[in-house]
């Protein structure tokens, strides 16, 4: 939600983002790629759980492109916005946290909001609720 709703130089459309004083806000003070970040955790946690070959190799795959691309895209973005890219590129981080743990950034719930969390949380719940009748799986015999 958070990578959805929050103005983000590396999202599709978003190098105007670049132009403002402080392009990293909300999440992306936290790392600069959070909807690959979020695929990536979709994939790997779906990944453990792959109950065949095939679903394990589409995970897989989803998880490298989702980790690759963050390295991918910090090259393209270097070299089509070689101007604002390093202060950016400063500012965070593709590990999440690192930039505010090594005192490049800081933490600010405020420009997160509550409500983001909850929207996510409802999401998840509704989200986990439709496993059983849309997949025919129980993820809550994983998550016990």
């Known amino acids: 939600i958070g990578a959805l709703t929050t103005p ?46 095939g679903a394990a ?19 393209k973005y270097a070299r089509r916005v070689p101007q604002q890219w390093p202060a950016f590129a400063r500012a965070t981080s593709i590990l999440p946290f690192a930039a505010i743990a090594q005192g490049r950034n800081r933490f600010a719930f405020n420009e997160i909001g509550p409500w983001r969390i909850a929207v996510a949380v409802v999401l998840w719940c509704v989200l986990v609720a439709l496993h059983p009748p849309v997949y025919d799986v129980n993820p809550w015999r994983y998550l016990a």
């Not at 995970?59 to 991918?72: D, E, I, Q, T, Y």
């Open 8 to 53: 983000n130089p590396t999202a599709v459309g978003g190098e105007r983002a670049l132009q403002s004083d402080n392009p990293a806000k909300g999440v992306v003070r936290i790392t600069r790629y959070p909807m690959l970040w979020a695929f990536a955790l979709w994939a790997a946690t779906h990944l453990i759980i792959a109950g065949n070959l």
């Open 57 to 75: 190799l589409f995970m897989g795959a989803f998880l490298v492109v989702a980790l690759a691309g963050m390295f991918s895209l910090d090259a």
